[in-house]
T-cell receptor
Framework: QQQVKQSPQSLIVQKGGIPIINCAYE??????FPWYQQFPGKGPALLIA?????SEKKEGRFTISFNKSAKQFSLHIMDSQPGDSATYFC???????????FGGGTRLMVKP | DAGVIQSPRHEVTEMGQEVTLRCKPI?????LFWYRQTMMRGLELLIY????????DSGMPEDRFSAKMPNASFSTLKIQPSEPRDSAVYFC?????????????FGDGTRLSIL
């Protein structure tokens, strides 16, 4: 069964801290790994994505680290802000990016 | 630029009733996806369409669920008859043709409660 396991389920950090969210997958056919951010009452929105040919990708304060041999990837949020408080989902799919399998989500709270 | 539009935003109905959820994808997008989000099962892909044709419906839970896309600007997800366990937030998403760097854009969902 295609699964993406995400941890932790919830996370509380102080403003300026660096929350780290981890995901692991089983299916070696996965070729595309996006992260989505979801605010209450809204749909998920793409934050950043990576393909397995690179080990790290950075966009602003958000960084994905990717370990192909371990089949793990993680999201780091630098200098976290209260406005980053949201639920974060990792996901994975084949090359086409269509059949996304989502992790269970991490509820992040950044305290002022 | 309008995003993915879903209606209704909230739906409360009694068990056994037919429920129809609606979605208008972003203009020019070739793919349309229906997802369900629950606390227990997270975000699950139900079905997706390419150019109005259903491509994969393996996530549709059972025959009570059906989805159609009669044209490029409209899709429906129907549940008949509805059951309390169908209560969830249903999302529609769309994306352009191309490689995976074309992201899926999600609507704000329909919160469905079956009493």
């Amino acid at each position: 069964q295609q699964q993406v396991k995400q941890s932790p389920q919830s996370l509380i950090v102080q403003k300026g801290g660096i929350p780290i969210i981890n995901c692991a997958y089983e299916n070696t056919a996965f070729d595309y790994f996006p992260w989505y951010q979801q605010f209450p009452g809204k749909g998920p929105a793409l934050l950043i994505a990576i393909r397995p040919d690179v080990s790290e990708k950075k966009e602003g304060r958000f960084t994905i680290s990717f370990n192909k041999s371990a089949k793990q990837f993680s999201l780091h949020i630098m200098d976290s802000q209260p406005g980053d408080s949201a639920t974060y989902f990792c996901a994975a799919s084949g090359t086409a990016g269509n059949m996304l399998t989502f992790g269970g989500g991490t509820r992040l709270m950044v305290k002022p | 630029d309008a995003g993915v539009i879903q209606s209704p935003r909230h739906e409360v109905t009694e068990m056994g009733q037919e429920v129809t959820l609606r979605c208008k994808p972003i203009s020019g997008h070739d793919y349309l996806f229906w997802y369900r989000q629950t606390m227990m099962r997270g975000l699950e892909l139900l079905i997706y369409f390419n150019n109005n044709v259903p491509i994969d419906d393996s996530g549709m839970p059972e025959d009570r669920f059906s989805a159609k896309m009669p044209n490029a600007s409209f899709s429906t997800l129907k549940i008949q008859p509805s059951e309390p366990r169908d209560s969830a937030v249903y999302f529609c998403a769309s994306r352009r043709q191309g490689r995976s760097n074309q992201p899926q854009h999600f609507g704000d969902g329909t919160r469905l409660s079956i009493l």
